[in-house]
């Protein structure tokens, strides 16, 4: 059998590895293209090439784009199809009575599941994720310890604060910062501004605006909310999906503690 090594070190394909691969979601999308070899992810998700949201959007430049229709998958003749528990069932379901191979991916709520996710892909596509987890591991080793207690909010559209176990709560203790919007609440969820400033937090924490964006992100240009920064932007991409980028947010946001030390 071939070696198989990741797409950074010019892989090559294992003798059974699958080579038309296609993937029809989004957060699959980003963790075959960290590993998948020159040639072998066939399509992804149209909006795999969206820098806003993809972190990895220049390897999808040169990639067939797919609508995740099982029709439209199944022409392409792949070998394994990539997706998500929330992909359809009924795509699901057609997919499989067509005779391909599906692979579906749970979310990740941990960064566990990061690493979870990250080698079974590897597994799956015949390359070796461990340097790439063992880089991840490596980096967020290297984030500073908190010299004292700084108080964030992850504040989104429609004033939607993060809280409670999931991603967005392992990217602040990652980076060294204390959940502000868990001292009043017990999941994610509206958070009203009148609320969040009565919580003076030291940092506020906001995506960066979508182009075009909507009436629903108005609230975060408020000028109430000058009184309550220094914050700290947020790039969607970093977090949309769980994959080693979000190392990128926990980098910016120990970055941005670490000011107000």
Known sequence: MLVALSLWGGAVLADDAPRRVVSINLCTDQLALQLAAPGQLISVTAVARDAQVSPFADLAADISVNHGGAEEVFRLSPDLVLASDYTPIATLDLLRRLGLRVEQFAPEYSFDD????????????????????????????????????????????????????????????????????????????????????????????????????????????????????????????????????????????????????
């Open 114 to 261: 990061i690493r979870t996710n990250t080698a079974r892909m590897g597994a799956l596509l015949g390359q070796d994720a461990g340097a790439l987890i063992a880089d991840f591991d490596a980096g967020l080793a290297r984030i500073s310890t908190p010299t004292r207690p700084i108080r964030a909010v992850i504040y989104g559209a429609n004033g939607f604060a993060s809280a409670g176990p999931g991603l967005p709560q392992a990217v602040l203790d990652a980076a060294g910062l204390q959940n502000a919007a868990a001292e009043v609440m017990a999941y994610s969820g509206t958070l009203p501004l009148e609320r969040l400033i009565m919580l003076d937090p030291d940092m506020i924490i906001t995506p960066t605006p979508y182009p075009g964006a909507s009436n629903a992100e108005g609230l975060l240009r408020h000028p109430a909310m000058d009184k309550v920064r220094p914050g700290a932007g947020l790039a969607g991409n970093e977090w949309a999906c769980g994959t080693t980028a979000v190392l990128r947010a926990v980098q910016r946001l120990a970055a941005a503690r670490e000011g107000l030390e």
